[in-house]
């Protein structure tokens, strides 16, 4: 089956420049396309699209709100593809229900490569991305949600630790080296947590991560 994709932003030749990239590669499909956050909101619970590219700064509706929208009603999932330098807004995607946020000045490969990710339900955080989460949260204290409290008393110290590298970044492999166990191991320690947690994905772990205390700037 193919992945079908829709493409959200204000910019025409940036959508042109995805859908030759998209239709040129195996196993994709541009299902459609949306100038503004309203557009993407409509067309994806009328096309119904695996995964979301979308843009955060738009007239009207913002990538944010949208994604928000979308996530919600489940429709599809969404990765924010945008320009890193001039967005603040990093946080916000992701707290909104974003899988993924990816730079534009990343490699096409990449880019293709994320979306299969997001598509096959798992997540994906550019490396700088992780850092502007870092910077997000420099000088505030930790703040727990009211309902993260009970679910985190339930997380073993290794488990902590898994917890600790995930919101540092690193892969399932990077933390099986890092912690001298297998990438099974590793793997099987982040699924606990994801349902410890109730985190939907690795995105809301990194936010956990942060929101316990546990990665600090």
Excluded: C, W
């Amino acid at each position: 089956m193919s992945v079908r994709v829709m493409l959200v932003d204000d910019q025409p030749l940036i959508r042109s420049a995805l859908r030759v990239l998209i239709e040129g590669t195996e196993g994709m499909d541009v299902a459609g396309e949306a100038a503004s956050g309203a557009e993407a909101v409509r067309l994806t619970a009328d096309l119904r699209p695996d995964v979301v590219v979308m843009d955060i700064r738009m007239p009207g509706m913002d990538g944010i709100e949208a994604t928000r929208l979308i996530t919600a009603s489940g429709a599809a999932r969404v990765l924010i593809l945008t320009t890193f330098d001039d967005d603040d807004y990093v946080y916000g995607a992701l707290r909104a229900g974003a899988s993924g946020f990816l730079v534009k000045d990343m490699a096409l490969e990449e880019i293709l490569g994320a979306i299969r990710v997001v598509a096959g339900g798992d997540a994906l955080i550019a490396p700088s991305v992780t850092r502007r989460l870092i910077s997000e949260f420099a000088g505030r204290p930790a703040v727990v949600p009211a309902a993260a409290r009970p679910m985190a008393d339930g997380v073993t110290e290794r488990e902590r630790e898994v917890l600790t590298l995930v919101g540092q970044g690193l892969s399932n492999t990077e933390i099986a080296a890092r912690l001298f166990i297998s990438v099974a191991t590793a793997k099987a320690h982040v699924a606990r947590l994801l349902s410890k947690l109730g985190a939907r994905d690795r995105v809301q772990l990194v936010i956990f991560a942060y929101e316990l205390g546990l990665v600090q700037p």
